[in-house]
């Protein structure tokens, strides 16, 4: 198995930065990809940023320029760089990781952490 476990989320003012980290651990051979969902109060999760394990990364549009998403593959890890923060970047944040667990199994898994929550105050 694979466990996830986000923390950096908390309560910050409009316009300030957070970084959120994800530590991944367990029976992981390779990560095809690392990304960040996020779910606000009353709408539905959503994927906004990923990246890939050559370093490829992917954002919604409406992100771009203010969340950043970095690896340290060597480690497991995930980040997520927030600048710029809005009432409305308010929500519950969420890792999740696509793996392989071992050199013999083409099986790509999927696995998701907790959450954790980020709260912007005006």
């Known amino acids: 198995q694979v466990q996830l476990v986000e923390s950096g989320g908390g309560l910050v003012q409009v316009g300030g930065p957070l970084r959120l980290s994800c530590a991944a651990s367990?029976?992981?051979?390779?990560?095809?990809?690392m990304c960040w969902y996020r779910q606000a109060p009353g709408k539905q999760r959503e994927l906004f940023a990923d990246?890939?394990?050559?370093?490829?990364?992917n954002y919604a549009n409406t992100l771009k320029g203010q969340f950043t998403i970095s690896t340290a593959n060597a480690k497991n890890m995930v980040y997520l760089q927030m600048n710029s923060l809005k009432p409305e970047d308010t929500a519950v944040y969420y890792c999740?990781?696509?793996?392989?667990?071992?050199?013999?199994?083409?099986?790509?898994?999927?696995?998701w952490g907790k959450g954790t929550l980020v709260t912007v105050s005006s």
């Open positions: 367990g029976s992981i051979f390779s990560i095809d990809v």
């Open positions: 990246i890939t394990s050559s370093g490829r990364t």
């Open positions: 999740n990781i696509m793996v392989r667990r071992t050199s013999s199994d083409a099986t790509v898994y999927n696995y």
